[in-house]
């Protein structure tokens, strides 16, 4: 079946420690892009790509890196210097970076800090 | 910067009962417009989308949206609601010059009683 696979679906890591979350498609989309969301706030953009080894920041970027070093995968790393991570992260792609296109989601990794 | 309004935050209705929710956006040029639905456990999902052409869309499961320019707005309607209409629903735009990036609503919750 083609889609995006996020793993894990759950994550927990200890404060100031660095987590690195999954997101691998098989749709041979070339954007991909990382959302958060927190109950109440909708989804918020953190990166996106439009092609392999380029990215670039969203509206929330700080305290998160990416890398795009394959088509299919676009790894997010939750760094110690986000202040709030916990949060559900979803990743989404679509066919290209166009405005009329649509993005297709994954199931989402549900991040818990402690 | 182009941003996207909800109006309700949760909604409450009877089985049977009518639904529109709104959705306002803000930018003054070419936008695509898409409503996306969340189910309980469940990834983020394509309800519909509107392009260009007749401004009423039709989507899955007997929903449609109105796109009306003059009132920057695409406000989702359903006549009879079901018990698996149950989700959150959350309005996007992507708007031409934006780089391709969905901007979401906060969301709307809702609540259908069986």
């Known amino acids: 079946d083609g889609g995006i696979t996020q793993s894990p679906k759950y994550l927990f890591r200890k404060e100031g420690q660095n987590v690195t979350l999954s997101c691998e498609q098989n749709?041979?989309?070339?954007?991909m892009y990382w959302y958060r969301q927190d109950p109440g706030q909708g989804l918020r953009l953190i990166y996106y790509s439009q092609i392999v080894n380029d990215f670039q920041k969203g509206d929330i970027a700080e305290g998160y890196s990416v890398s795009r070093e394959k088509k299919e995968s676009f790894p997010l790393t939750v760094t110690s210097a986000q202040k709030n991570p916990t949060a559900f992260y979803l990743c989404?792609?679509?066919?290209?970076?166009?405005?009329?296109?649509?993005?297709?989601f994954g199931q989402g990794t549900r991040l818990t800090v402690v | 910067a182009q941003s996207v309004s909800q109006h309700n935050h949760h909604v409450i209705l009877s089985e049977a009962a009518s639904l529109e929710l709104g959705c306002n956006y803000s930018?003054?040029?070419?936008?695509?417009l898409f409503w996306y639905v969340q189910y309980p456990g469940q990834h983020l999902q394509l309800l519909l989308k509107?392009?260009?052409?007749?401004?009423l869309v039709k989507g899955i499961k007997g929903f449609e949206a109105e796109f009306i320019k003059s009132k920057f707005s695409f406000n989702l309607r359903k006549p009879s609601v079901q018990w698996s209409d149950t989700a959150e629903y959350f309005c996007?735009?992507?708007?031409?010059?934006?780089?391709?990036?969905?901007?979401f609503g906060k969301g709307t919750k809702l609540s259908v009683k069986p």
């Open positions: 930018y003054g040029g070419t936008v695509n």
């Open positions: 996007a735009v992507n708007a031409w010059g934006s780089q391709g990036n969905l901007i």
């Open positions: 509107y392009f260009s052409g007749d401004p």
């Open positions: 989404a792609s679509s066919i290209d970076g166009r405005v009329d296109t649509e993005a297709f």
């Open positions: 749709l041979n989309h070339d954007a």
